[in-house]
């Protein structure tokens, strides 16, 4: 598909509902809006702040689940020239105070509860509101039990009719290219994550780019099972479907049978998962009894490749990519082979530059050698208010340090090795974990690896394995490490083994694995000198 002329928010939803007025662009748990109709929402909630006083430069907070809301309040915020902060639904009464606080949020846009977290009793675990967020100058909600002066949602759209037209298509008309529309999270493990600013240009450049290598038309529907406070979600999924005219299926919350059934009855022809989504859905039962002929694209890892194309889209791309740098910065192509796209993740998207450095030289790698991954061209501008870890991450020549292993092939395709920070080093010896899970997930009786280095006297570290099985199936722990020795080099080896339940992989609130809780949990092993088959089968 073309590329939209827009380069801002609030003229690509103005472009795309005049090119596909009533073409569905998003359905939730609750109801479906074409572009035109999304458009006329987004405009009258974009009333409702103005009267609130909303206006260019301000930060608005949204604190919610998955539903239409979220993103007519996204383009609402945006069209004002204001910023919107994306604040995780996990979070709890600290981690909502240090977002609000760190970000200079002035409007808060919130849900009583979401899967059981109460906002309002977070809220009043604050204390004073005052004193806790001095610069938070109006919250406005939904429904009963809300914190005290807080403005119901209708009585703002009801505010906000007594706003023109005009106000709002001057304020439209101001909003920049290379303005912030977003302040988004990094999707650490502490509650001190840091805002990442993010341009209307790079989301809508960026996301294109993305789009194209799934090969994205006005006729593709895809669902998005995943958080939308997440790049993965509102940046990368959102802008790859709607600068190509697409449509999103929003899940209210993710669940495994759920997806499969939506994918059917919804007709989705592509789908955003993550690996523990990906394994849920080829392992679910229904996925035999549902029709899902028509999905045939997506974003999953490379590991998960060949489980999807089984399942029926052949079409699926890998990616690697960081929140800092617009959710994607290498994608895979949908048309390259099986093979390949199980090996790497793709090369560049346009207007994004790769090159792998040696970190501690900082001399430029040669093709197959590993090296921290640096980024330029769709980066961040820059984490909101944090000159020293600015000065940290983005050197004098823009260059994006992203602090990521890689190895980039003679034909300009990375391969993903991990955090430099996680590498095991063993008998003097760099140990790339992903290297050794790539060599335990190719055991066929393996379902799910997760390595680590735990501490050694003798090797300063070794390297660790948590190991899954495949359902009905019992590892035989000395078979896999024959595998392995067969397969690696001898120091790639795991000298401590735990076979043990997928429920015991930690996650981070964002599905990926939490190392450092994986650590502890393989060092209390370790330690209490347990066998190396732990648990029962899965």
Not at 318 to 324: C, I, K, N, P, V
Not at 423 to 441: C, Q, R, Y
Not at 460 to 488: F, N, Q, S
Request: glycine content about 8%.
């Amino acid at each position: 598909m073309n590329f939209p002329h827009a380069r801002t928010f609030p003229e690509l939803l103005d472009e795309m509902a005049q090119r596909f007025p009533l073409h569905p662009f998003i359905t939730d748990h609750d109801r479906t809006l074409s572009y035109s109709q999304f458009k006329t929402e987004a405009k009258m909630v974009a009333k409702g702040l103005h009267a609130l006083g909303v206006r260019r430069g301000d930060q608005v907070a949204i604190l919610m689940g998955n539903q239409i809301e979220w993103l007519v309040i996204d383009f609402a915020v945006t069209s004002l020239g204001a910023r919107l902060v994306a604040l995780n639904t996990w979070w709890k009464h600290s981690e909502l105070q240090h977002a609000l606080l760190s970000t200079d949020t002035s409007f808060l846009i919130m849900v009583r509860s979401y899967l059981g977290n109460d906002y309002t009793e977070a809220l009043q675990a604050m204390g004073d509101l005052k004193v806790a967020l001095p610069q938070l100058r109006q919250i406005v909600g939904w429904g009963e039990g809300l914190p005290q002066g807080q403005l119901n949602w209708d009585d703002m759209l009801l505010a906000g009719q007594s706003v023109s037209d005009e106000l709002i298509d001057v304020a439209k008309s101001i909003v920049q290219p290379d303005d912030i529309a977003y302040f988004l999270f990094t999707s650490g493990s502490t509650a001190r994550s840091k805002a990442v600013q993010l341009t209307h240009r790079g989301n809508i450049e960026n996301g294109h780019a993305i789009g194209e290598r799934m090969h994205l038309s006005e006729q593709d529907r895809m669902l998005i099972p995943t958080s939308m406070f997440w790049s993965f979600s509102c940046v990368n999924a959102l802008f790859a479907v709607m600068t190509h005219g697409g449509s999103l299926v929003i899940m209210f919350k993710y669940d495994t049978a759920e997806m499969l059934r939506l994918i059917e009855v919804e007709r989705c022809t592509g789908a955003y998962t993550l690996p523990n989504i990906s394994l849920a859905l080829y392992e679910h039962p229904d996925r035999h009894t549902r029709d899902l002929s028509t999905w045939r694209t997506g974003i999953c890892r490379s590991s998960m490749i060949q489980r999807m194309a089984e399942m029926g889209p052949r079409e699926m791309i890998t990616g690697y990519g960081l929140t800092e740098c617009y959710g994607h910065s290498v994608d895979s192509d949908a048309h390259d082979s099986l093979e390949h796209r199980m090996r790497c993740s793709g090369r560049p998207l346009s207007n994004v530059e790769l090159k792998i450095i040696n970190p501690d030289s900082g001399d430029l790698c040669s093709a197959g050698e590993a090296g921290e991954i640096c980024l330029r061209g769709h980066v961040t501008p820059g984490y909101y208010k944090d000159p020293l870890r600015n000065q940290e991450s983005i050197d004098a020549e823009g260059w994006f340090h992203t602090g990521d292993l890689g190895i980039v092939d003679e034909g300009g395709f990375l391969q993903f090795k991990g955090r430099i920070k996680e590498l095991i080093k063993t008998g003097g010896i760099n140990v790339s974990p992903a290297d050794v899970e790539e060599v335990l997930h190719a055991h066929p009786h393996v379902q799910q690896a997760v390595v680590v280095g735990l501490a050694d006297a003798q090797r300063e570290e070794i390297v660790a394995a948590m190991i899954v099985a495949k359902p009905g199936i019992e590892i035989d722990v000395e078979a896999l490490l024959t595998h392995c020795r067969h397969t690696a080099a001898t120091y790639k080896v795991p000298r401590f083994v735990v076979v043990t339940n997928v429920e015991d992989i930690p996650l981070t609130d964002t599905g990926k694995v939490h190392r450092g809780r994986a650590t502890q949990f393989m060092t209390q092993r370790y330690a209490q000198g347990a066998p190396t088959h732990q648990g029962k089968k899965s």
